[in-house]
C-alpha cells in the first residue's frame, strides 16, 4: 500500500442509509478526474451517481470497486440495501 492508500477512510458497516450515501460521496471524491484513485467500472453494478434514484435503490445489492492510480491496490464497497448491511474496505468483496 502507498500513501494515498493508507490515508483512506474506511466503514467497518454501515449504520444508516445515510452513511452509506457518505461513503459514496467520498468514493466519488477519491475517484474525480485529479484524485487518487479510478473506478473499476467492470466491477462496479452502477455509476456512483445512480446508487438512488427517485425510485429508490438502484439495486438490492450494490458493489463498488475502486484502484489505486499509484500502486495497485484494490477498495470495496459492498451494499445489501435489503438487509440493511454493507461496508468498505481493502480488497475484493467477499
Ligand atoms: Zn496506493
Known sequence: MCDSCKGINTWR???TPDDYMNCIAYISQ???DDGD???VKEESTCPLDKVKTENGWADEIMIHTIRCRNC???FTCVVNTWRGSGHFGKG???
Open 13 to 15: 458497516k454501515f449504520d
Open 92 to 94: 475484493r468483496s467477499r
Open 37 to 39: 484513485f479510478e473506478l
Open 30 to 32: 477519491l475517484t474525480a
Open 72 to 74: 495497485g491496490q484494490v
